[in-house]
C-alpha cells in the first residue's frame, strides 16, 4: 500500500511540473488562439539564457532579470514577427508557423549557446523526505509549491489587474474587445511575455531535475495529453490535467511497465489522450460541433 | 529533359548520386505522401516518421521470411502494410479536427518508434537493432546495389508512383479531399463521403510513405534503425512540403531539393567565410534556425510555397511536373 | 399545391437555443412538394440555423422534421444529401482552393461508384464516370451562365458569381428539396430577376421543392407560392404572399427592423 502511495504522490507531484508547462500553452492559446508549439523551445531558451550567464559569473539575480528582459524582446518579436502578419490565418497554418519558431529558437539558442548538457543547480536538494513509511522528494515537493505559488500570482493577476481583465475579455471575443478599443498587439505581446516567463520557471525547474539540454524542448509532447484532459483554456483544468498525467504515468510505469517493458510512457500517455479525444470527452470541439456555416 | 533524368547516372559522380540525388528521390516521394495527406486532405499529420518505419521494417521482415518474395512485391506489399497502419492511426480524424489531430499522429510516431525497439523479433535479434537487407538489393534478377542501380530502382518508384497519384488528385477522390481540406461541414453536406475520404487519404500517403521508408532504409542509407526515422523525420518531410507548397505534387520535389541541397550551400558558404573553421553542432543550428526562418517567412508571403514563386517566374513553357 | 398531399416537408414544435440563447422557439409549418417557401424576417430570426437543422449541420433541442414520410429528430449531413436534400450557404460554403467546376463536380460525389483504385490507374470506367460528370457540371454551369469562370479559382470570383456556384453545386446532383440561404444577396437588381427565373424554371421543370431565406422581400412575394415569417425564432405569419404583405404584424416587425427592402 505504501508502495501505491509513494508512487501516486511522485506522480502527483512531478505532474505539477506537466501543469507547469501546460499553462504555459493555455495562456497563449486562450488570449491569441494559437498552440504554440514553441512553448518547450522557449522553455529550454530560457533555461539555457540562465545557465549561460551564471556559468560566466553572473549572479543569479542578475542572470534572471537579463533572462526575463530577453523573454519580453522575444515576445515583442514574435508578435510583430509572426503573430501580425499571420492574423486571420487558420489554425493549422498557425500552429506550422510556431513549429517554424521552435526551430529558429531553438536553433539561435543553441547556436549560440551551445548543445551540451548543462547542470543545473537551484539550490534545492533532493532529499528524501519521510512521511510515515512514504518517501517524498523534497525537490518534487519545493517544485510543486512553486508551481502552486505561480499559479496564485497568475489568478491574482487576471482577476484583480485591469490588464488582467482586458486580456480574459480578448480570450472571451475578441472583436467584442477590439471594438472597446483593447491594443490586442499589446495584450498579446503580455501574454506571450508572462508565458514566457512561466517557461523560464518551469525550465528552470525542469532543467535542475535533468539538466539544461535540448530535450528540454520534448517537454511540449507531455503537456500536450495534459492539455486534452484539462481542456486548452483553462488553468485549473491545465492543474488538474497535469495531476492526473503525472499520477497516471507513474503509476502506469511502476505497475504495467514491468509487463511492457519500460519506455512506455511517451507512447502510453498520448495513447491514452488521442482515445478520450476519440471518444469525444476532449478539445474545444467536444460535442456536436456548432461551427458557423 | 526526360533523357537527362535517364541518363543522370551516367553523368553525375558517384558521390552525388548516393549523397544527394537518391536521397533527394526518396524525400521527394516521402514529400508526396505525406502532401496527400495534409497538402491536399487537409490532415496534418506528424507521423510521417512512423510510416516510413513501419515500410521499411516490413519490407526487412518480408525479405527475411518470405525469401522467395521478389523486391518490388516486397516493397508494394510493404507498402499496404503501412497503409493499413496509417488507417488505424487516421481512425480518429473522423471525431478530431486541426492540430488535435497531431496527438493521434504524435502516439503513432512514438508507439512505433517504441515497437520496433522492444521487440527483437522486428530487427531480427543483431545486436545493434538495425535492419539491412542480407541479400542486397535485386529487381527482376539484376543486381541493383551500386549506385546506377539504386538510382533507377529509386526513379523507378518515384516515378510511378508520382504518375498514380497525380491520376488520383484529378479524379472525384482528390476533389474529396481538397472539399475536406477546404470545408469539411459543407462537404459532408453536399455528399462528400468524409470519414471514408479521411481514411482513404491516411491509407494512401501511408501507402507511399512505406515505400519511402523502405527505399531510404535500403537505398540510400543501406542499414536503418529508429533513429533514422524519429520525430526529426516526421518534422523534416512536414518542412519540405511546406517550403514546396502544399497541396501540389510538384511542391515536394521542390521542398525536397531544397532540404537536400540547403546544407550543401550552407557547409560550402561557411567554408569560404570562416576558411573551413566550421563546428558540426553550430552548423547544424544555423540550419535549423534558417530552416525555421524559412518556414515563417513561407506561411506568411507564399503558402503555397516554392512551387507559386517558381511558377511565377517560368516563362511558357510546359511544366514537367503537373501540380 | 394540393394540401391533400402528403408535405415535402414538416417542421414540427422544433426549438433551438445557443448558450441560453432561443435562437428557433417551437417552430412548426408545412412545405408542400413543388412548391417555392420563402422564410423571411428580420436578421436573427432563426432561419440559417433552421436551414442548418434540416441539412443536419445543427440538432434541434427539440421537436422533429418530417421529409418525405420519415421523421427525424437528427439528421446527418450525409444522410441529408443522400436523401436529396440540397444546400445553398449564407456565406458561400465554397471550396476555395478549387475552380468553379471542380466546386461543381464535387456535388456529384455522392453519385461516385468508382473504386480509389481505378481512379489511380485510369481504368476506362474512371474515365467515363469523370467525363460523365464533367459534362453534367459543364450543363449546370451554362444553366448559370457560368461557363466563362469554368477553370477560374473560386476564391478569385465576386461574392454574387461565387453564390450562382454554389446554387449550381447543391442542385448538379438533381436534389428533390433544394435549401437556398440568401441566394441573391451581393447581386444587383439585374442579376436578381435572372436568378430569380432560374429558380422557377428549376421548380417548375425539375419539380424541385424550394425552401429559400431571402431579404429583398419584394421578389419574395413574386417568387413564392408560400411565405413563412419568423421573429425571434417565433412563427409570425405563414400563408400565400398576398396574405403576408397585408399581415400587420409582419408589418410592424420590419418597420422595427434595418433590412426592410419592400418593393411594393
Known amino acids: 500500500m505504501s508502495m501505491f502511495l509513494e508512487t501516486l504522490i511522485g506522480g502527483l507531484l512531478s505532474g505539477t511540473m506537466y501543469s507547469l508547462v501546460a499553462i504555459g500553452f493555455v495562456l497563449i492559446y486562450k488570449a491569441s488562439g494559437v498552440f504554440n508549439y514553441a512553448q ?46 499571420l492574423t486571420n490565418r487558420s489554425p493549422m497554418t498557425l500552429f506550422m508557423a510556431t513549429l517554424g519558431l521552435s526551430y529558429v529558437v531553438e536553433g539561435v539558442a543553441q547556436g549560440i549557446m551551445g548543445s551540451q548538457v548543462r547542470a543545473l543547480n537551484l539550490g534545492i536538494e533532493d532529499l ?32 484583480r489587474t485591469r490588464i488582467g481583465i482586458q486580456l480574459r475579455g480578448v480570450a472571451d471575443d475578441t472583436r467584442a474587445a477590439l471594438s472597446l478599443g483593447i491594443d490586442i498587439n499589446r495584450i498579446w505581446q503580455i501574454v506571450w ?25 520534448l517537454v511540449v509532447l507531455k503537456a500536450l495529453p495534459v492539455l486534452i484532459i484539462g481542456g486548452f483554456t ?33 507512447w502510453l500517455v498520448d495513447a491514452a489522450g488521442f482515445a478520450l479525444l476519440f471518444v469525444g470527452r476532449g478539445g474545444p470541439a467536444g460535442g456536436g460541433s456548432r461551427g458557423g456555416v | 529533359m526526360a533523357a537527362a533524368v535517364l541518363a543522370a547516372p551516367f553523368l553525375a559522380s558517384e558521390y552525388w548520386i548516393n549523397a544527394i540525388i537518391v536521397p533527394f528521390l526518396i524525400l521527394s516521394l516521402a514529400g508526396l505522401g505525406l502532401n496527400l495527406l495534409t497538402g491536399y486532405a ?47 492511426f487516421g481512425l480518429p480524424s473522423t471525431r478530431i479536427k486541426g492540430f488535435y489531430l497531431i496527438v493521434s499522429t504524435l502516439a503513432a510516431q512514438f508507439f512505433f518508434e517504441w515497437l520496433f525497439l522492444k521487440f527483437p ?31 533507377y530502382l529509386t526513379l523507378g518508384a518515384v516515378a510511378l508512383i508520382t504518375l498514380l497519384s497525380f491520376n488520383l488528385i484529378r479524379s472525384q477522390t482528390g476533389r474529396n479531399w481538397m472539399a475536406i481540406r477546404d470545408m469539411d461541414t459543407a462537404a459532408a453536406v453536399i455528399g462528400v463521403p468524409v470519414l471514408h475520404a479521411k481514411l482513404q487519404a491516411f491509407a494512401v500517403s501511408s501507402f507511399i510513405l512505406g515505400i519511402a521508408g523502405a527505399l531510404w532504409a535500403f537505398a540510400y542509407l543501406g542499414s536503418a534503425s529508429v533513429q533514422s526515422f524519429g520525430l526529426h523525420r516526421s518534422y523534416q518531410i512536414l518542412f519540405i512540403i511546406i517550403i514546396g507548397g502544399l497541396g501540389t505534387i510538384r511542391g515536394a520535389f521542390f521542398g525536397a531539393a531544397f532540404v537536400s541541397l540547403l546544407p550543401l550551400v550552407l557547409d560550402w558558404l561557411f567554408q569560404y567565410l570562416l576558411s573551413g573553421q566550421v563546428d558540426a553542432g553550430l552548423l547544424q543550428n544555423v540550419q535549423k534556425a534558417i530552416f525555421g526562418i524559412l518556414i515563417i517567412w513561407f506561411l506568411i508571403r507564399e503558402p503555397e510555397g516554392l512551387s507559386r514563386l517558381l511558377a511565377i517566374r517560368r516563362t511558357a513553357s510546359r511544366r514537367l511536373f503537373p501540380s | 399545391m394540393g394540401i391533400h398531399a402528403a408535405p415535402a416537408l414538416e417542421v414540427r414544435n422544433v426549438s433551438l437555443s445557443f448558450k441560453g440563447v432561443k435562437a428557433i422557439s417551437d417552430l412548426s409549418f408545412r412545405v408542400e412538394g413543388k412548391e417555392i417557401c420563402a422564410l423571411i424576417g428580420p436578421n436573427g430570426a432563426g432561419k440559417s440555423s433552421l436551414l442548418n437543422i434540416i441539412n443536419g449541420v445543427y440538432v434541434p433541442d427539440s421537436g422533429e422534421i418530417v421529409f418525405e414520410g420519415e421523421h427525424f429528430q437528427r439528421m446527418r449531413p450525409g444522410d441529408a444529401a443522400r436523401r436529396g436534400i440540397g444546400r445553398g450557404f449564407q456565406n458561400n460554403a465554397l471550396f476555395s482552393g478549387m475552380s468553379v467546376i471542380d466546386n461543381v463536380i464535387a456535388g456529384l460525389s455522392r453519385h461516385s461508384k468508382v473504386a480509389l483504385v481505378e481512379e489511380m490507374f485510369r481504368l476506362p470506367r474512371a474515365r467515363r464516370e469523370e467525363s460523365d460528370f464533367r459534362e453534367r457540371a459543364h450543363a449546370v454551369l451554362h444553366l448559370f451562365d457560368l461557363e466563362k469562370h469554368a477553370n477560374t479559382p473560386v476564391g478569385m470570383l465576386p461574392y454574387g458569381v461565387q453564390k450562382k456556384v454554389e446554387m449550381a453545386r447543391a442542385i448538379v446532383a438533381e436534389p428533390r428539396l433544394l435549401l437556398l440561404d440568401e441566394p441573391l444577396a451581393g447581386m444587383n437588381a439585374g442579376e436578381k430577376q435572372e436568378i430569380a427565373a432560374v429558380i422557377q424554371r428549376l421548380n417548375a421543370e425539375l419539380k424541385l421543392t424550394v425552401v429559400l431565406i431571402e431579404h429583398d422581400v419584394g421578389i419574395v412575394l413574386k417568387l413564392a ?28 416587425a420590419y418597420i422595427g427592423s434595418d433590412h426592410a427592402e419592400v418593393a411594393v
Open chain 1, 40 to 85: 518547450g523551445s522557449l522553455l529550454l531558451f530560457a533555461a539555457l539564457t540562465f545557465v549561460t550567464l551564471t556559468e560566466n559569473g553572473v549572479p543569479a539575480y542578475a542572470a534572471i532579470a537579463i533572462t526575463v528582459a530577453l523573454l519580453i524582446a522575444t515576445a515583442i518579436a514574435i508578435e510583430k514577427l509572426l503573430l501580425r502578419p
Open chain 1, 128 to 159: 528524501p523526505i519521510f512521511v510515515g513509511d512514504i518517501l517524498i522528494s523534497q525537490f518534487d515537493l519545493v517544485a510543486a509549491g512553486v508551481a502552486l505559488a505561480l499559479v496564485v500570482v497568475l489568478s491574482l493577476l487576471f482577476n
Open chain 1, 193 to 217: 511575455a508572462v508565458a514566457g516567463l512561466v517557461g523560464l520557471v518551469a525550465g528552470l525547474l525542469w532543467g535542475a531535475r535533468q539538466g539544461v539540454q535540448f530535450s528540454l524542448s
Open chain 1, 234 to 266: 483553462s488553468i485549473p483544468g491545465a492543474i488538474v490535467g497535469g495531476l492526473i498525467v503525472g499520477a497516471g504515468e507513474s503509476l502506469a510505469e511502476t505497475y504495467i511497465g514491468p509487463f511492457l517493458g519500460g519506455g512506455i510512457t511517451p
Open chain 2, 42 to 88: 487537409g490532415q496534418l499529420s506528424l507521423g510521417a516518421g512512423a510510416f516510413m518505419m513501419v515500410g521499411a521494417y516490413a519490407t526487412f521482415a518480408l525479405q527475411l521470411r518470405v525469401p522467395d518474395l521478389p523486391l518490388p512485391l516486397a516493397l508494394i506489399v510493404a507498402g499496404l502494410i503501412a497503409g493499413a497502419v496509417g488507417m488505424v
Open chain 2, 121 to 151: 523479433w522486428f530487427y531480427n535479434g543483431n545486436s545493434s537493432a538495425t535492419i539491412a537487407l542480407s541479400r542486397g538489393l535485386s529487381v527482376f534478377g539484376l543486381d541493383a546495389n551500386g549506385p546506377h542501380g539504386r538510382y
Open chain 3, 225 to 252: 407560392h408560400h411565405v413563412v415569417v419568423l421573429d425571434y425564432g417565433r412563427k409570425l405569419a405563414d400563408g400565400p404572399p398576398e396574405a403576408i404583405r397585408d399581415n400587420k404584424d409582419v408589418i410592424a
